[in-house]
Nanobody, 121 residues
Framework: QVQLAESGGGVVPAGGSLRLSCLAT????????MAWHRRTPGKERETVATLMPDEDWRKFVPSRFEDRFAISRDAAKNTLYLTMKNLKPEDTGMYYC?????????????WGQGTQVTVVS
């Protein structure tokens, strides 16, 4: 089992920056895929960044976010980060990290409780 705990959310003015953290504990060596998702008011949950913790550390950020969001990982700290800059009011929402241990599964096995991001204009 893996437990995930996000932190770093808060209230930030438009144009500001935040770095979200996701601490993983438990059987972290089983993790083969990591991601950040968000749920914003009135919208479906969407993926904002993914990272595959292999030797290539393959990252993916959808084009609509790639100029503002970046995903990274500190393996020594078992922590996944989402760095966001030039935040907009429409970025307001709950941000979740999720990780997967099951190979080939489209679903995530573990989810954090989320951290709220509020961008004020």
């Amino acid at each position: 089992q893996v437990q995930l705990a996000e932190s770093g959310g808060g209230v930030v003015p438009a144009g500001g920056s935040l770095r979200l953290s996701c601490l993983a504990t438990g059987s972290v060596s089983t993790i083969n895929f990591m991601a950040w998702h968000r749920r914003t008011p009135g919208k479906e949950r969407e993926t904002v960044a993914t990272l595959m913790p292999d030797e290539d550390w393959r990252k993916f950020v959808p084009s609509r976010f790639e100029d503002r969001f970046a995903i990274s990982r500190d393996a020594a700290k078992n922590t996944l980060y989402l760095t966001m800059k030039n935040l907009k009011p429409e970025d307001t929402g709950m941000y979740y990290c999720a990780m997967r241990s099951t190979w080939g599964s489209p679903e995530f096995d573990y989810w954090g409780q989320g951290t709220q991001v509020t961008v004020v204009s």
